[in-house]
């Protein structure tokens, strides 16, 4: 048996909102909470912009234990001209429980840009983790010409 309640408010380039789940399984029985919340619009058609946001509280209540998933994320997207855009995406994201504690980040910036029928990309990552105490980095890039027909 699960009970599920929530409530979501909105306005204009504002969302947010609050979950609570308490799911009664024989199996894996929790009780999780989530409070989540979005913007998103533009500004004059040249800036695109979206951020997302979650927090995820879990208890689970057959074996006392906690856990939690918080996450942010944003995309901006910039109209240079008619031939050329830049993109930003970032995301940012940790796990802390049992087994899982993880901080991780994500970003990537894209610009691209067109002559006649060649479009070329150049590509920045960014990838930063931590996982139950070990660190991996990794910064990288690319460098991509395509034709479109």
Same mark, same amino acid.
């Given at each position: ?9 909105e306005?204009?380039?504002? /969302? ?22 979005? $913007?998103?619009?533009? $500004?004059?058609? %040249? ?10 509280n ?5 074996? #006392? ?7 942010? /994320? ?6 240079? /001209?008619?031939r050329?855009?830049l993109?930003?995406?970032v +995301?940012?994201? $940790?796990? %802390? ?5 993880? +901080?991780? $980040?994500? /970003? ?33 890039? #690319? ?7």
């Amino acid at each position: 048996c699960s009970s599920d309640l929530g409530v979501r408010l909105e306005y204009r380039i504002f /969302s947010a909102g609050v979950e609570y789940n308490n799911y009664n399984s024989t199996i894996i029985p929790y009780k999780m909470t989530h409070y989540f919340m979005a $913007i998103q619009g533009d $500004i004059r058609n %040249k800036v695109l912009y979206t951020v997302n946001g979650n927090i995820r509280n879990y208890d689970m209540t057959a074996d #006392s234990v906690t856990q939690e998933y918080d996450d942010v /994320s944003g995309n901006m997207n910039f109209l240079l /001209s008619m031939r050329s855009q830049l993109n930003l995406n970032v +995301a940012y994201r $940790i796990q %802390k429980g049992a087994g899982i504690d993880l +901080a991780l $980040i994500t /970003s990537r910036a894209e610009y691209t840009t067109s002559f006649r029928k060649l479009f070329f990309t150049l590509g920045l990552d960014f990838y930063q983790r931590t996982y139950i105490g070990e660190k991996l980095n990794f910064r990288g890039g #690319s460098l991509q010409i395509s034709r479109r027909f």
